[in-house]
């Protein structure tokens, strides 16, 4: 069983469009993360949920838009896609805040805009 | 916030060479700091992590010492091998992590 399971793996499509990567976690944990990385293979978090809730959101545009339906899924919808918004991303999850227990990450989507 | 500066951003060695990777942080608050080791195509694994409560840790092949005093903290390889090769991500942070820019470990047969 695949403990972070994001979908899709692989997404090309056209400056302008709508897209979202749906995340789902298997493991109970409480808090679920969004990473951008870049072509340089920096990992930058976009944003953290914890049981459903918002508690961090780094200055990403607000055409990013998260949504958490309950705590083992956290889906990521992209509004008027940018060439710039081309990455990989990454879902992960940890056991909580407060002590940290280290990120399960999933497979990442790889984002390409046209 | 947090800010954590890794070192070098590519090292090459021979197997059976070890492999040492250093990174710096800002936040004094941060007490936990693992290693993540992505390969090529592949998604970040933890290998190894330290709390502050810890000097060193060591995991086979694997070794990671803090300094809190200094805020730094180093992932040390021994015995490198060619499955070694990926990119290293140091992190740190307390409730969030913040990584480090990476580190391309290259090892020749």
């Known amino acids: 069983d695949t403990a972070v399971s994001q979908t899709p793996k692989y997404l090309v499509t056209q400056m302008g469009n709508d897209k979202s990567i749906k995340c789902e976690q298997n493991?109970?944990?409480?808090?679920m993360y969004w990473y951008k990385q870049d072509s340089k293979k920096f990992l930058k978090i976009m944003f953290s949920?914890?049981?459903?809730?918002?508690?961090i959101n780094e200055t990403v545009p607000n055409r990013f838009s998260p949504k958490s339906p309950d705590k083992a899924h956290l889906n990521l919808h992209i509004n008027s896609l940018e060439l710039g918004d081309s990455a990989v991303y990454f879902c992960?999850?940890?056991?909580?805040?407060?002590?940290?227990?280290?990120?399960?990450f999933g497979s990442g989507t790889r984002l390409t805009v046209v | 916030g947090e800010n954590v500066e890794q070192h070098p951003s590519t090292l090459s060695v021979q197997e059976g060479d070890s492999a040492v990777i250093k990174c710096t942080y800002s936040?004094?608050?941060?007490?936990?700091f693992p290693w993540y080791k992505q390969e090529l195509g592949k998604r970040p694994q933890l290998i190894i992590d330290?709390?502050?409560?810890?000097g060193e840790k060591k995991d086979q092949r694997i070794a990671v010492t803090l300094n809190k005093t200094a805020k730094h903290f180093s992932l040390h390889i021994t015995e490198t091998q060619p499955e070694d090769s990926a990119v290293y991500f140091c992190?740190?942070?307390?409730?969030?992590?913040?990584f480090g820019k990476g580190t391309m470990l290259l090892v020749s047969p």
């Open positions: 493991l109970g944990h409480d808090t």
């Open positions: 949920y914890n049981n459903k809730e918002l508690i």
């Open positions: 330290i709390r502050s409560n810890v």
């Open positions: 992190a740190a942070g307390y409730s969030t992590l913040t």
């Open positions: 992960a999850s940890s056991q909580g805040t407060g002590r940290q227990y280290g990120y399960t």
């Open positions: 936040d004094s608050a941060s007490n936990y």
